[in-house]
């Protein structure tokens, strides 16, 4: 996908929540480089916020997901770059996925490994929009 930088983009990312846990990888080779967040992307044309919030995880980390809602939508701007994004986060209960209790990574030159983290020990250096909207987590 050609990234514009003329107009803002839709980007996702998803707070997968399983038994009270939330999963977070460190972002590696891209804006925001070396700090941690949650799996998404961008919304691709004429996709849903749920189907795009899906395809993402699944992507990024093999995992099935549902009961995908809305937590708040972030200006993310980047001048360095020139990117702009309008950032719909969502929370999401994991359902299936897992292999041998460990979360794969089929990109493992994007980020490192992915990790469940509880709420009240997130990791740190998160990315600050991942943590302006992770405060909203109930």
């Not at 983009?9 to 804006?31: C, D, P, W």
């Amino acid at each position: 996908m050609n990234k514009r930088t003329d107009m803002p983009m839709v980007g996702t990312s998803v707070f997968i929540q399983k038994e009270g846990r939330y999963l977070f990888a460190m972002r590696l080779n891209s804006h925001n480089s070396g700090k941690y967040q949650t799996p998404g992307g961008h919304l691709e044309y004429m996709e849903t916020l749920e189907d795009g919030a899906k395809r993402e995880v699944m992507e990024e980390t093999g995992l099935t997901i549902d009961n995908v809602r809305v937590l708040t939508v972030i200006d993310d701007m980047f001048p360095e770059e020139k990117l702009h994004y309008a950032t719909v986060y969502m929370t999401a209960d994991y359902v299936s996925g897992e292999v041998d209790g460990r979360v794969p990574n089929p990109e493992p030159e994007c980020h490192g490994d992915w990790n469940w983290y509880s709420i009240g020990n997130l990791p740190v250096p998160m990315w600050e929009s991942v943590q302006k909207a992770a405060n909203l987590l109930p």
